[in-house]
């Protein structure tokens, strides 16, 4: 079953990335050529192509991509994952799936009220609910860690509903990011 | 004395307003609250003081004044000016309304040092209860003032006077994050640490020489102990995930903490160096806010196993725990007086969140603030006085209330948000 999914998810992000973005498949990130073993002997030569945007190298920076959506909102005192964010979530997973040498740090935040401890225990939930999701789509557990900022770094601070919401979130860093 | 305390407790009985401005500090102090009426004592001049620079009578009135048990009279010039030699005029001080005296002097020392005298009486029975002589550099005149003001207090309530020490408090300013230790009267701030990151959770070790906080610095909670000593920082507990909510056994050997290194948020032990981790909670819940009993018996702690946050608590070493807070739907940060018998925590009532007590022989809970957004309420080491976190026109205040609920203070610092206060020990 879950096989299944990623197979359908894979197809899915494959014919995604096809109809959008072509010359985003031929770079390769940073990280993931870190990760492999120098290659032998194969040494295509090295196109500088300066007519494709510089963004568009890194599909984690692409504003096109939806690798470029980090965050995941939750509603209150919630941490599962709402339906809108499955292919933000299964996208991530994928480019864990390929990209074994890459890290994901996931911080989860948590609104102002109450206490500041008991709201890093709620951050902590939703950034341990991601990571989960994650690794059931085939991340593995040593590529993701889950943290919490609790209410201490929000992105929005007037005291009221709209602003609450938008701070309770999970963020989703790479290496290199944090 | 029985007299003066016979008197201090008929004072107790009913309530008027005042509001007084104290000296002028970096973090300033006003009593807003309702409070009892005050013994009056007057604190005269003490010949000499001039030379020390600031007031020491004029800091040893205003401590007095700020427990909310005392009234500093006015004292006239008097010449000659009476010091603790003096032969004392119990029907003058009398006739002045004063029902306790303080008298002094300051004297240079040849070695540059000064010293200085007092003598504490109750105009009243018309007796001296005793008085003492430092030695002091001209550095030391805010500690002596301190000094007095504890003796003073002590005499006339019963109890340990808490002026001598310290208070640490977290101040936002901008993008800073700054770890403050001021006096408990708010004078003298230093920074222990300032950070673009965010610093949380402050707690005295019990010998009053370190702090284990949360700091954000490398982008997720990590807990550190910091000496106030020499500034060294330790870190205690980085594990894989979140690391936080530091709490110190009673003797300062170990150090309870909240970890997810092993999923969901738990309460774990520590020896106060880092090693021997060993888990105490095992829940699918939030586990957190640990704190010890003064006996070192029990950890109390905050948990939302039963569907909302309450407050709960296990043997230290670990075991069953029970559930201690039933009224409500979100009780949390249990904080224990210094003789055990009563609970601090948040609670949410109507909306808001405030601080509640818990009597823990008679289960009876009482809310003694009246602001909305209270949080980490910390007992003075006497027990008398929490001083907690909360907001005022959007602005993160520091605000004090005795246990009673009678006495207000409120504490601010010009252009900051101060949060996360922790009052610190009894100190020698």
């Known amino acids: 079953m879950r096989l299944a999914i990623i197979a359908t998810l894979a197809a899915a992000a494959l014919a995604a990335g096809c109809a959008t973005t072509p010359e985003q498949q031929a770079p390769v990130s940073v990280e993931e050529r870190a990760a492999k073993p120098a290659p032998v002997e194969t040494k295509p030569i090295a196109r500088v192509d300066l007519t494709s945007k510089p963004a568009a190298a890194n599909p984690l920076k692409d504003?096109?991509?939806?690798?470029?959506?980090?965050?995941?909102?939750?509603?209150?005192?919630?941490?599962?994952?709402?339906?809108?964010?499955?292919?933000?979530?299964?996208?991530?997973a994928k480019y864990l799936r390929e990209?074994?040498?890459?890290?994901?740090?996931?911080?989860?935040?948590?609104?102002?009220?109450?206490?500041?401890?008991?709201?890093?225990?709620?951050?902590?939930?939703?950034?341990?609910?991601?990571?989960?999701?994650?690794?059931?789509?085939?991340?593995?557990?040593?590529?993701?860690?889950?943290?919490?900022?609790?209410?201490?770094?929000?992105?929005?601070?007037?005291?009221?509903?709209?602003?609450?919401?938008?701070?309770?979130?999970?963020?989703?860093?790479?290496?290199?990011?944090? | 004395?029985?007299?003066?305390?016979?008197?201090?407790?008929a004072f107790l009985g009913a309530v008027l307003l005042l509001i007084t401005p104290l000296a002028a500090?970096?973090?300033?102090?006003?009593i807003t609250g309702a409070g009892a009426p005050r013994m009056p004592i007057a604190v005269a001049p003490f010949p000499g003081e001039a030379a020390l620079g600031p007031g020491i009578t004029s800091i040893v009135r205003a401590d007095l004044e700020r427990s909310g048990l005392f009234r500093g009279l006015e004292v006239p010039p008097l010449a000659p000016a009476p010091t603790e030699a003096s032969t004392v005029n119990y029907a003058e001080w009398r006739s002045r309304l004063a029902d306790a005296l303080v008298l002094g002097s300051v004297a240079a020392r040849p070695d540059g040092r000064y010293e200085v005298r007092f003598r504490l009486y109750d105009v009243v029975k018309q007796a001296s209860l005793g008085g003492i002589a430092y030695t002091l550099s001209k550095e030391q005149v805010r500690a002596t003032a301190h000094r007095i003001a504890d003796f003073v207090y002590e005499k006339l309530t019963g109890e340990k006077g808490v002026f001598s020490t310290r208070i640490a408090y977290v101040v936002k300013r901008g993008n800073r994050f700054e770890?403050?230790?001021?006096?408990?009267?708010?004078?003298?701030?230093?920074?222990?640490?300032?950070s673009f990151e965010p610093i949380i959770s402050p707690a005295w070790s019990p010998d009053g020489r370190k702090l284990a906080y949360v700091s954000f610095e490398n982008k997720k909670p990590v807990v550190y102990v910091h000496s106030l000593v020499d500034g060294k920082r330790n870190v205690i507990a980085n594990f894989r995930g979140s690391n936080s909510a530091p709490a110190w056994s009673p003797d300062g050997s170990k150090l309870a903490v909240t970890l997810s290194r092993e999923g969901g948020s738990q309460i774990f032990l520590l020896n106060a160096d880092g090693s021997g981790l060993r888990r105490l909670t095992s829940s699918a819940a939030i586990d957190t806010e640990p704190?010890?009993?003064?006996?070192?018996?029990?950890?109390?702690?905050?948990?939302?196993?039963?569907?909302?946050?309450?407050?709960?608590?296990?043997p230290a070493a670990g075991g069953e725990p029970q559930r201690i807070t039933f009224e409500g739907s979100y009780n949390v940060t249990p904080r224990l007086s210094p003789d055990g018998k009563t609970l601090a925590y948040i609670t949410l009532n109507e909306g808001k969140f405030q601080v509640a007590l818990l009597d823990l022989s008679n289960r009876q809970v009482q809310i003694i603030t009246d602001s909305d957004r209270d949080e980490s309420p910390s007992f003075a080491p006497n027990g008398r006085m929490i001083l907690l976190a909360t907001v005022i026109g959007e602005r993160g205040v520091l605000s004090a209330v005795s246990s009673d609920g009678r006495v207000k203070q409120r504490l601010s610092v010009t252009a900051g948000d101060v949060r996360e206060p922790a009052w610190g020990p009894f100190t020698e």
């Open chain 2, 179 to 194: 770890l403050q230790i001021a006096d408990a009267d708010g004078a003298g701030e230093e920074a222990a640490l300032v």
């Open chain 2, 1 to 9: 004395m029985q007299a003066l305390l016979t008197r201090l407790r």
């Open chain 2, 291 to 314: 704190r010890f009993s003064g006996d070192g018996q029990w950890i109390y702690f905050t948990s939302d196993r039963g569907g909302s946050p309450q407050i709960y608590r296990m």
């Open chain 2, 25 to 30: 500090a970096q973090l300033s102090i006003e």
């Open chain 1, 63 to 92: 504003p096109n991509n939806i690798l470029s959506k980090r965050s995941i909102y939750f509603d209150f005192d919630k941490y599962d994952i709402k339906d809108e964010f499955r292919p933000q979530i299964e996208a991530h």
């Open chain 1, 99 to 178: 990209n074994p040498g890459a890290k994901m740090l996931m911080q989860g935040n948590a609104d102002e009220r109450g206490s500041r401890e008991y709201n890093l225990g709620l951050g902590q939930r939703r950034s341990d609910s991601v990571k989960r999701a994650l690794t059931l789509l085939g991340a593995k557990d040593n590529q993701i860690e889950s943290v919490s900022l609790g209410e201490e770094k929000p992105v929005c601070t007037e005291h009221a509903e709209d602003c609450w919401a938008k701070n309770r979130r999970g963020d989703m860093l790479y290496n290199g990011e944090y």
